[in-house]
């Protein structure tokens, strides 16, 4: 079992989920974070303390959000790690929540 970064992450960005990783499995691009399935260890640490919700066992995503599955799988193998906390984009707060942003994805 993994933890997936689903969605809401999606311009958002919030960065508080990857200082509490004990494994250094986070992943940044230009507008999302993803989690590398092969290194996440199912601490279950980074879901709390993500402000967006964005965060889930792979075994309770929530329906429409199954793709992020192989998405973070996809892209932890081209972004490059992020281990300490950074600021979010200026305008996170009002993206957070909006759905459909899948095609507002930067890679």
Known sequence: ??????E???KCKYTDCVEVCPVDCFHEGPNFLVI???????????EPECPAEAI?????LPAGQE?????????????PV???????????DD????PNKLDQLER
């Open 1 to 6: 079992m993994t933890y997936v970064v689903t």
């Open 8 to 10: 809401n992450c999606i």
């Open 36 to 46: 590398d399935p092969d290194e996440c260890i199912d601490c279950t640490l980074c």
């Open 56 to 60: 889930y066992s792979e075994d309770d």
């Open 67 to 79: 793709e992020f599955l192989a998405l973070n799988a996809e892209l932890s193998q081209e972004w």
């Open 82 to 92: 992020i281990t300490e906390k950074k600021e979010p984009p200026e305008d996170a």
């Open 95 to 98: 993206w957070d929540g909006k």
